[in-house]
Nanobody, 114 residues
Framework: QVRLVESGGGLVQAGGSLRLSCAAS????????MGWYRQAPGKQRGLVAA??????IRYGESVQGRFTISRDNAKNVYLQMNSLKPEDTAVYYC?????????WGQGTQVTVSS
């Protein structure tokens, strides 16, 4: 059974930092891409950052220059979040894309206080 387990969320003051981690298990083949999405109350889920196997990286416009995505092997992905703002408050979801399907984690809450 495929599982993506996120960790590292929490409450932080504006200007602070958090590091999210996602560990994938039960996946036989290496995902073609892994990344992070977020969803704030009343808003659609949107891209935060994603990295392909070829190390191509995309960032959401609002996090460019503040967040950094990394992968240390085929199935773990991280998100370093610096200079956090209250508008970064959301549930952050790990995503793994395969050739013919994709998987989501349960999400981890990030709350940034002003």
């Amino acid at each position: 059974q495929v599982r993506l387990v996120e960790s590292g969320g929490g409450l932080v003051q504006a200007g602070g930092s958090l590091r999210l981690s996602c560990a994938a298990s039960g996946i036989t083949f290496r995902p073609t891409a892994m990344g992070w999405y977020r969803q704030a109350p009343g808003k659609q889920r949107g891209l935060v950052a994603a990295m392909t196997n070829g190390a191509n990286i995309r960032y959401g416009e609002s996090v460019q220059g503040r967040f950094t995505i990394s992968r240390d092997n085929a199935k773990n992905v991280y998100l370093q979040m610096n200079s956090l703002k209250p508008e970064d408050t959301a549930v952050y979801y790990c995503n793994a894309k395969m050739v013919d399907r994709e998987f989501w984690g349960q999400g981890t809450q990030v709350t940034v206080s002003s």
